[in-house]
C-alpha cells in the first residue's frame, strides 16, 4: 500500500504500455502504415523493448493485475466471455499444442541440424574455391556458439532456424546454399565491422548522454517502481556502489539499444518477443518431455564434472 499515491500513475503507465503495444503492432503488420521507412522499425523495437523491460518491475505488474481483475467483472468482459469463451479457449488449447510440437521439432533439428551444416561446410571447402580456409573456421565458430547458446534456449534454436531456412529459401541455388554459407557469413560479418570506426564515436557520445540522464531519473524511477520504504533500507545497505551501478547499467542498456538498433532486423525481433512470450506460458510443461538438447546439456555437464 505504500503505492498507492502512485497507483493512478501507474494504471495510467499500464494502460498507455497496452496502447502503444497494440499500435506498435498494428504498424507491423501493416507494414509501417503509421510511421514509414526506417524510423518505423526504430520505433517498433524502441517502444516494445521499453514495454517488456518495465512490465519486469513487480509494482507494474501488480498493477496491471488489479486492473485486469477489475475489468474481468465488467458488464462488457462477462458478456464477452459468455459468447467467445468456448472459442477462447479451443484456441489457447490450440496454440499450446502448436508450441510443443514446434518446440520438440525445433529441437531435433536444431541439435541434428547443427553438426550437419559443420559437414556441409567442410565439403564446401573442399570443392568450392570460393570458400577458404578462414572462412571456413569462421563459420564453424559461429556455429559452435549458436549450438552452445541454442541447448540452453528456446529462442535461439528457434530463431536461428528460421534465419537459416528464410536465407536458403532466399538463396538463388538451394542446393549450393549450405555449401557456401561460409563465404556469406564471412561477407556478413565483414559488412558489420565496416562501421566499427564511425560505431565507436557514437557509443563514446551516448555513453555520456545515458550517464546524464541515469543520474537524473534512476532516483525517480527506482523509487516509483519499488517499496520506498524498502529500497531506502536497502539503499542505505549497499550505500553509494549500488547507485553507481544502476547508474552504469542503465547507461550501457541506453548504449547497446541505440548501437545495436541499426543491425537488429525487426521480423527477428518481433519474432524473438513471440516465442518469449509463448515460453512463458508453456516451456515448464515441455520441459519434462525427452529432447536432444536436453541429453546435450547432461553432457556437457558430465564432461565438465569429470574434468
Not at 559452435?144 to 528457434?158: F, K, P, T
Amino acid at each position: 500500500m505504500a503505492n498507492m499515491k502512485y497507483w493512478p500513475l501507474l494504471a495510467s503507465s499500464v494502460i498507455l504500455g497496452w496502447l502503444l503495444t497494440a499500435v506498435i503492432l498494428f504498424d507491423y503488420v501493416s507494414g509501417g502504415l503509421i510511421v514509414r521507412g526506417q524510423l518505423s522499425s526504430q520505433m517498433q523495437i524502441i517502444v516494445l523493448l521499453v514495454v517488456l523491460v518495465l512490465s519486469y518491475f513487480p509494482v507494474v505488474r501488480t498493477t496491471q493485475l488489479q486492473i485486469t481483475q477489475w475489468c474481468s467483472t465488467t458488464a462488457l468482459s462477462i458478456y464477452v466471455n459468455n459468447q467467445l469463451g468456448d472459442f477462447g479457449r479451443g484456441l489457447r488449447r490450440w496454440l499450446r499444442h502448436a508450441y510443443i510440437s514446434l518446440y520438440l521439432l525445433a529441437d531435433v533439428v536444431f541439435c541434428a541440424g547443427g553438426p550437419m551444416l559443420i559437414v556441409t561446410a567442410a565439403t564446401g571447402y573442399w570443392l568450392l574455391d570460393d570458400v577458404s580456409f578462414f572462412d571456413l573456421l569462421l563459420y564453424i565458430g559461429v556455429i559452435a556458439l549458436i549450438l552452445l547458446a541454442g541447448l540452453y534456449s528456446n529462442i535461439v534454436r528457434l530463431l536461428s532456424l528460421g534465419y537459416f531456412f528464410g536465407y536458403w529459401l532466399l538463396s538463388e541455388d538451394l542446393l549450393l546454399y549450405p555449401f557456401v554459407a561460409p563465404k556469406l557469413v564471412y561477407e556478413n560479418v565483414e559488412l558489420m565491422l565496416s562501421g566499427a570506426p564511425d560505431m565507436f564515436i557514437l557509443i563514446v557520445a551516448f555513453f555520456f548522454v545515458g550517464l546524464v540522464l541515469a543520474r537524473l531519473f534512476a532516483p525517480f524511477i527506482l523509487q516509483l517502481f519499488f517499496c520506498p520504504r524498502r529500497w531506502e533500507r536497502f539503499s542505505e545497505t549497499r550505500g553509494d556502489s549500488l547507485n553507481r551501478f544502476i547508474i552504469i547499467a542503465l547507461a550501457v542498456i541506453l548504449i547497446g539499444v541505440v548501437d545495436v538498433m541499426q543491425w537488429i532486423n525487426v521480423h527477428l525481433y518481433f519474432a524473438g518477443v513471440a516465442i518469449w512470450f509463448l515460453d512463458g506460458y508453456w516451456q515448464r510443461e515441455v520441459a519434462q518431455e525427452p529432447a536432444l538438447s536436453t541429453d546435450f546439456r547432461y553432457l556437457l555437464h558430465t564432461s565438465k564434472t569429470a574434468s
